[in-house]
Every structure is written in C-alpha cells, then in structure tokens.
C-alpha cells in the first residue's frame, strides 16, 4: 500500500509539476531522506539541510527523469550525490588566516628588532616571486583584484587564486607568529 502511495504521488508531481503535488512529495520523501542522512551518520541539522537540498534539486530536476518509474531510485541517487557534494566541499575547504587580523595582533614594530618592511619580506619567503608580488599590490600598495590583473595581464580569477593561495601559505606561519605573541604578552 505505501508502494503504491509513493508511486501516486510522485506520479503526479512528474505530471503536474505544481506546488500542491510537489508539496506531497516534500512531506512523503523529506523524512525518508533525512532518516536515509541519519543512518549513514549525520547529525539531524545536517541530514535535515541535505534532504531539502536534495528535495529542490528534485523540484528543478524533475523533467529530466524520463522514466517515472524510476522516481525512487532517482531520489535516493540525487540524496546520494548530495552527500558526496557536501563532503566534497568540506574537504576543499582549508584553514586561511586573514592578514589585516594577524598584523594587528603582532608586537609593536618599535619594539621588537624586525621593522614591518623587514618582517613583510619574511614572509614573503614563503611564497613565489608571483604570489609574493600579487601580495605586496594587493595590501602594501592596497591595489584592486581588477587594477593587479590589468597591470599583469591576467584573469581577475587568477590574482584572486594567487593571493587565496598565498594566504593558505602563510596561515601556518602567521598563526605560529600570533600563538608567540600572545604567549609573550
């Protein structure tokens, strides 16, 4: 009898494609998706935020499915890519320090031996001769992405890749700097 339910009503949603019959398909599959979340692992907030990630994508998607037949399985492969594409991105996500935080957390330049100059060229050691040039227009001389780009001749995504990367690069030294500073204080 559920079987049956099931396919009525996602048989009218790929029919109708009206809110009324999509709104009985949300109520029917989104606890089932959640549930489907919660056994592979995920906590409620989690699996409730897939299950209606998945439900819009099956609201936008559904006219491809050629086979209605197929509705479930569908659902269940869409709940699975969303799963995939969520950690995917967790695991591109990496940890970046913003430098204006870190330079006023460091010492007073007249105190410690290393003028601001000094130390900038420090850290620009960790970087190629691209990054650490992007580096310095972008926050010694306070150059635009589209100004750094234009005077170099590349893509605007690609001065922006360069300085996300330079920071990716110094986020272990400057947290390391910050971690002295604060101890020392």
């Known amino acids: 009898m559920k079987k049956l339910r099931e ?15 999509f709104n009985a398909v949300f109520r029917l599959f989104s606890p089932q998706l959640v549930a489907f979340f919660r056994r592979r692992g995920r906590e409620k907030g989690l699996a ?3 299950a209606q990630e998945v439900m819009l994508t099956v609201y936008r998607k559904a006219g491809q499915l050629r086979d209605h037949k197929l509705f479930r399985a569908w659902l269940f492969k869409v709940a699975k890519h969303a799963e995939c594409h969520h950690f995917a991105q967790c695991m591109r996500e990496v940890p970046t320090v913003d430098v204006a935080d870190v330079v006023d957390s460091l010492p007073d330049p007249r105190r410690t031996s290393m003028s601001p100059t000094s130390e900038f060229q420090d850290w620009m050691k960790f970087l190629d001769a691209q990054e650490g040039e992007t580096m310095r227009l972008r926050f010694v001389e306070e150059w635009e992405y589209h100004e750094i780009a ?26 390391l700097r910050r971690d002295i500073v604060r101890k020392a204080a």
């Open 150 to 175: 234009a005077a170099k001749a590349v893509p605007i995504g690609t001065v922006q890749w360069r300085v996300f990367n330079s920071k990716k690069k110094l986020a272990r030294h400057l947290t």
């Open 7 to 21: 396919c009525d009503v996602a048989e009218r949603f790929l029919e109708q494609g009206d809110e009324d019959s």
């Open 48 to 50: 409730e935020d897939l």
